[in-house]
């Protein structure tokens, strides 16, 4: 009987361990976009470096793959994910309730964290296309975008400021950013729009598995869009970054901000910024395209919602504002 009575009481004691340690623990998601972008890596990133204190902050993060820049602003506003990535001129028309969020209203709740990496409209094109220009694309088989993504919501954009509908083109796909390369390649479009850092693993698969060229993006419209939008700036695609595109090609771009809601609390935003700033230099190694950050610009580039208090307090003990 004895020796019946002992494991009793040590499961029981575990039990009771595990139910405090349960209690304490905070679970937070981060919404990126597809498994081939950088979206994915910067959540990764983050998530990597905040799970390296959970003992001691409770904080146990994830970072799965999403639809996209405003698949993710949705799913904080739902509740549904803590944080996310999302593009600065996304950013912009959630806070203010316009372009895709315009049915929605102003979203006040929303919080900016920090901006992350510089993302280039990027058009990419079979070689055998024909396509040398943006407005070469009409009447082409053209990937737009899943609803949800970010190039989709810029695509739509610049389709307005063009005058085109998706009737200018042959078709008008919305394959999500991590299947557009092979469709590409397999000759199901003849080109794929991607807002995205460089270099991207999807245009690394789309120019190194078939032929294929980085298309520019310019003309008056263009240029207007970008003086009329303070989130916009002209951007290229540095020569030699993909095969079949050896000079810089000009386009234009955003940035990749990190964002969350009122509905996050100070602590674990705190908890979180403090994972990334205080271990910078090991983030800035985690991909190309965050080589060049800097603190000093991501507290302000690409963001238009108010910091997130518990940013705030970060960036103040560490003096950077
Ligand atoms: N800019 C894209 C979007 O918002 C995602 C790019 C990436 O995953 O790196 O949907």
């Known amino acids: 009987m004895k020796s019946r009575i002992i494991p009793i009481i040590a499961s029981l004691a575990l039990c009771g361990l595990s139910a405090t340690v349960a209690a304490e623990d905070k679970y937070v998601t981060i919404g990126t976009g597809g ?6 890596v910067v959540g990764q990133s983050i998530c990597r470096l905040v799970n390296r204190d959970t003992a001691k902050t409770g904080i146990k993060c994830t970072a799965p793959s999403t639809g996209g820049s405003v698949a993710n602003l949705n799913a904080i506003k739902a509740g549904d994910q803590n944080m996310g990535v999302a593009q600065s001129d996304q950013q912009y028309n959630a806070y203010h309730g316009e372009g895709a969020f315009k049915e929605q209203g102003p979203w006040q709740e929303l919080r900016a964290v920090f901006g992350v990496h510089p993302e280039v409209f990027t058009v990419v094109a079979r070689a055998d296309s024909g396509i040398k220009s943006f407005d070469d ?5 053209v990937n737009i975008g899943n609803p949800g993504s970010g190039q989709r919501a810029t695509m739509d954009a610049v389709m307005a400021a063009k005058g085109w ?6 078709l008008a796909s919305e394959l999500k950013a991590a299947e557009q390369a092979q469709a590409l390649c397999d ?8 807002v995205v850092g ?4 999807s245009i690394q698969e789309a120019s190194s598995s078939c032929d294929s060229i980085v298309v520019p993006v310019t003309g008056k419209e263009i240029d207007d869009l970008v003086a009329a939008h303070s989130y916009y700036a002209k951007a290229s695609v540095k020569g030699g970054t993909y095969k079949g595109t050896d000079a810089d090609v000009e386009s234009f771009g955003v940035v990749a901000t990190f964002v969350s809601s009122t509905a996050s609390d100070e602590e674990t935003i705190y908890q979180v910024v403090k994972a990334v700033f205080d271990n910078f230099g090991r983030f800035k190694k985690l991909h190309p395209a965050f ?8 507290l302000k580039d690409g963001l238009t919602a108010p910091l997130h208090d518990g940013a705030v307090k970060y960036y103040k003990e560490k003096g950077w504002m």
Request: proline fraction near 3%; glycine fraction near 8%; charged fraction near 15%.
């Open 291 to 298: 080589e060049n950050l800097q603190e000093a610009n991501m």
């Open 187 to 194: 000759n199901k479009i003849d080109a794929m729009v991607y």
């Open 198 to 201: 460089h270099p991207s693993g």
């Open 35 to 40: 498994q081939t972008g950088v979206y994915y």
């Open 165 to 170: 509908t998706s009737a200018n083109f042959q």
């Open 137 to 141: 694309l009409q009447g082409k088989r």
